[in-house]
Every structure is written in C-alpha cells, then in structure tokens.
C-alpha cells in the first residue's frame, strides 16, 4: 500500500520535533539546571510547550499527529523554543502545510546565565549587545557608567543611536569623533552581512534623518569590526578617566556580545570605577579627587 506524501506528514512532524528538542538541553534554552538524572534527552515536551507559551496537551497532539492547523504564530513560538534556523524553520512549515513567508526579525532573549554573569562583574562595566547593536542587557555599573537602559524605550534602547541622539551618552565620551565614527563602520558592516534586516534598516534610517555626522560617515562606506581598544570618558560625578573595553562573541546565542569595559591595576581609572560601583545604590555622592 502506498502512503501519500500529506498523510505522511504528521509522522515526519513529529519524529522532526522530537529530534530537534533532543538537540536543546534546558541550560540552552536558560532554563534551570535540574539536579537529577534526565530520562529525556535535550527538552521534556513540557518544556517545550513552556517556552512556546502554548499548553503541553497542545504540544504532545501536535508531535504525535493527532493536531492539525497550527497557527503560524504558535509555530513561530515553537520554532523559537527549539531554536531553529531559518531552513529548519521553513521545514517545519511545510510539514504543516503553511506558506513560508518572509519572517520579521525575532525579539533577542538573553540566557539568564549571561545576566548572572553581568551581576557579577561589580566592578566592570557590562552590556549585552544584539545583532543590531541593541543593549539588551546591563549591570547596574554600565547603568551608573552611561545611563539607566531600564528607563530607555525598547525601540531606542540602541548603543548607536544612544550615542549619537542621547545627549547624557553621548557627552560620556572625550573623543566622542571616534568611538562614533567605529560604531558607524560597526554597523556598516552588519548591514553588509545582513541588508534585509528590518531593524538594521530602521536604525541606520533614523540616524540619517536626525544626525548630520552620521550622515556623512554613513556616506563614506568604512566598514570595520573593531573588537578592542580604549577611550577616554567625563563622567560629572566619578570625573575623567580611561577605560579598556573588549567586545566578547557570545558562544550560544548569534550575534550577541559582551561589551566590557576594564581599568588597569592602581590606577586612577580603576579607583574610579570602584567609587561609580560604590555610588551606584546612592542618591547623590561628590565628584571623586585623586
């Protein structure tokens, strides 16, 4: 007897699900580590259903094929719970019969592995940078260091564009000309690697409309991945100092990095990153002299 290819569909659905959540450990998908030993390889469909916001009796009829018409929004969900690439994804609709249409970009989620470590570094700067340069996470000293990104809206939460239109960041840097001027050739060379980016395109927009320095270097097509280097910092309360800052490539999640920024031993720098560190939690402190 033969077997069409759409009856055979919901098998194929669920042996790929199946397969594809033993590749995700729950550490992976920042879920906590659990003490005892795991009879499931990778995600429980418990979890799974967890992530995606969705019920596990919906996930375990889906895998098992006993549901039809899942939405697109509830595969998306899935998708992302499993983290799936883009052809992964496009297998997926079409083992369940769904168009494959242009996608708009995911919101980034940091691992609370990642916030933990940013915690933990109480005396060094830290953001996470997404693909687009968004600070999606901080510790309180890159908070006192910049400004408070919790207070910032999500859609203008963007270093580049922080730099250029927020004045309280922008007025951080002494030699603001050129930690612009690198940020600019940073985010050239992240449209060049992805020029249909919906939010790539929205910020180089918006920084063309509003900023005529941004324009021009904007214009003069410099790419660069600068990944190291030092700059000088006024800070109106810790006062004037040089910091170190390194970008880290995050192992476990594409396109996102640690900026960190450091000071060298007994220096002026250092001290004055412990004071911002001490002052973090204060309501006012003055300037420190050294």
């Given at each position: 007897?033969?077997?069409?290819?759409?009856?055979?569909?919901?098998?194929?659905l669920g042996a790929f699900l199946r397969a594809r959540r033993a590749e995700v450990s729950p550490e992976q998908a920042g879920l906590p580590a659990m003490r005892r030993s795991?009879?499931?390889?990778?995600?429980?469909?418990?979890e799974v259903a967890q992530l995606a916001m969705i019920s596990a009796d919906y996930y375990t009829r889906l895998e098992q094929g006993r549901l039809t018409g899942a939405?697109?929004?509830?595969?998306?969900?899935?998708?992302?719970?499993?983290r799936l690439g883009d052809?992964?994804?496009?297998?997926?609709?079409?083992?369940?019969?769904?168009?494959?249409?242009?996608?708009?970009?995911?919101?980034e989620r940091v691992r609370p592995q990642t916030q933990l470590l940013l915690d933990n570094l109480v005396n060094t700067p830290a953001i996470v940078l997404g693909r687009c340069l968004d600070v999606l996470a901080w510790n309180s000293l890159a908070a006192a260091l910049f400004i408070d990104f919790g207070q910032i809206p999500?859609?203008?939460?963007?270093?580049?564009?922080?730099?250029?239109?927020?004045?309280?960041?922008?007025?951080?840097?002494?030699?603001?000309?050129?930690?612009?001027?690198?940020?600019?050739?940073?985010?050239?060379?992240?449209?060049?690697?992805?020029?249909?980016?919906?939010?790539?395109?929205?910020?180089?927009?918006?920084?063309?409309?509003?900023?005529?320095?941004?324009?021009?270097?904007?214009?003069?097509?410099?790419?660069d991945y600068q990944t190291f280097g030092t700059k000088s910092l006024q800070h109106p309360v810790a006062g004037a100092f040089t910091l170190d800052w390194q970008l880290l490539r995050s192992a476990y999640d594409d396109g996102q990095a640690i900026l960190?920024?450091?000071?060298?031993?007994?220096?002026?720098?250092?001290?004055?990153?412990?004071?911002?560190?001490?002052?973090?939690?204060?309501?006012?402190?003055?300037?420190?002299?050294?």
């Open positions: 007897m033969q077997v069409s290819s759409s009856s055979a569909r919901p098998t194929e795991r009879r499931v390889q990778g995600l429980r469909r418990e939405s697109t929004s509830v595969l998306d969900a899935i998708a992302d719970a499993l052809d992964q994804r496009r297998y997926l609709y079409t083992l369940t019969n769904k168009k494959v249409t242009p996608r708009a970009t995911r919101a999500r859609r203008d939460r963007n270093f580049v564009r922080l730099l250029f239109l927020d004045s309280e960041v922008r007025g951080r840097y002494a030699d603001w000309p050129s930690i612009a001027r690198t940020c600019v050739a940073f985010l050239r060379m992240a449209v060049a690697e992805r020029p249909a980016d919906p939010r790539l395109i929205e910020v180089a927009g918006d920084l063309s409309v509003h900023d005529a320095d941004f324009r021009t270097w904007w214009a003069e097509r410099n790419v960190a920024m450091t000071a060298p031993s007994g220096t002026r720098s250092q001290e004055a990153l412990r004071f911002l560190s001490a002052w973090t939690g204060q309501s006012s402190a003055s300037p420190i002299t050294m």
